[in-house]
């Protein structure tokens, strides 16, 4: 992606949407963007948003479950409409939990795991999207950034294995070209993209940083201030596209 004078015409960023808030890289965006943007107004959505950090900026803090269509409508409902969004971050996203780990093999499949992973890596966006999508100024060009992971490109996948988040993954890239195609029919000038953030210390990573070569785990922080660098340069043809936390690009 090139760093040059970006052609998307530049405003005050005045209002954020960031959604999985409560989570290591969410928590994170949120306070990197209300360093970044004195005067900001941040939606926090997220499951429990009850004792969310206080920040320097504004917030407005929205319970929000992205497995129920219902509870993304309610919190949508619930989003100021003061100013509309000039970008929306979408850091939700699951791995493992007490029950599941990631799939070593095909003999470990198993179909409620692979839904689960469908559901919240790449249902819930798409619906999030589908609701958000209508608050956004029609004529004001707004960033979208959703939380993706390498690991979910096809044509980079040498190692198998981890099915589920793999494959959710792989169909949340599908679907944000997929809205960023209709955005463009649909003449709207949003930018959507998918974003790698690079291995980053959350509870997501946890079990898996022990083999990490040294110097190679992220601080959330660290992460996000490169994210939002990224996005914040993003030009109107990256839309549909796949970066990393440097603003490389990826094929899916
Ligand atoms: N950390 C990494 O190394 C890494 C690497 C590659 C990609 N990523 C991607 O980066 C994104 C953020 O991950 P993270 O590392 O920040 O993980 P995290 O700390 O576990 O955060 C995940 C977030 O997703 C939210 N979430 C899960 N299920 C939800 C649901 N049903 N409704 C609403 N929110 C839900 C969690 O909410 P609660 O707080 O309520 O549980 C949490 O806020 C994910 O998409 C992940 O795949 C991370």
């Known amino acids: 992606m090139a760093q040059v004078a970006e052609t998307l015409p530049g405003r005050a960023v ?34 429990e948003p ?4 206080e920040l320097v900026a504004k917030t407005s803090d929205i319970a929000c479950d992205i497995t129920s269509e219902a509870s993304i409508a309610d919190a949508v409902a619930q989003i100021s409409p003061e100013y509309p969004p000039d970008q929306i971050w979408i850091a939700t996203g699951w791995l493992h939990d007490g029950r599941h780990r990631p799939e070593k093999t095909w003999k470990e499949l198993d179909a409620e795991h692979l839904l689960h992973a469908y559901r919240i890596n790449a249902v819930g966006p798409a619906l999030l999207l589908k609701h958000l999508l209508p ?26 294995g981890w099915h589920s988040y793999r494959a959710s993954k792989a169909a949340l890239n ?27 210390d959350t509870p997501l990573s946890a079990p898996f940083q022990r083999r990490l070569p040294a110097g190679q785990l992220q601080t959330p922080a660290f992460t ?27 094929a899916p």
């Open 174 to 200: 599908m679907l944000i070209r997929n809205f960023a195609i209709e955005l463009q029919r649909r003449n709207l000038p949003h930018v959507i993209v998918g974003l790698q953030p690079g291995t980053t």
């Open 224 to 250: 996000a201030q490169h994210l939002v660098e990224v996005v914040e340069h993003l030009q109107p043809s990256d839309s549909g596209g796949l970066f990393d936390f440097l603003g490389e690009p990826f």
């Open 14 to 47: 005045r209002h954020a949407v960031v959604v999985g808030a409560n989570g290591g890289i969410g928590r994170a965006l949120c306070e990197t963007l209300a360093c970044r943007h004195p005067g900001i107004v941040l939606s926090r959505l997220a499951r």
């Open 50 to 53: 009850v004792g969310l950090p």
């Open 135 to 160: 608050r956004l100024a029609k004529s004001h060009p707004a960033r979208i950034g959703v939380l993706s992971a390498r690991v979910g490109s096809i044509s980079d996948n040498r190692l198998g």
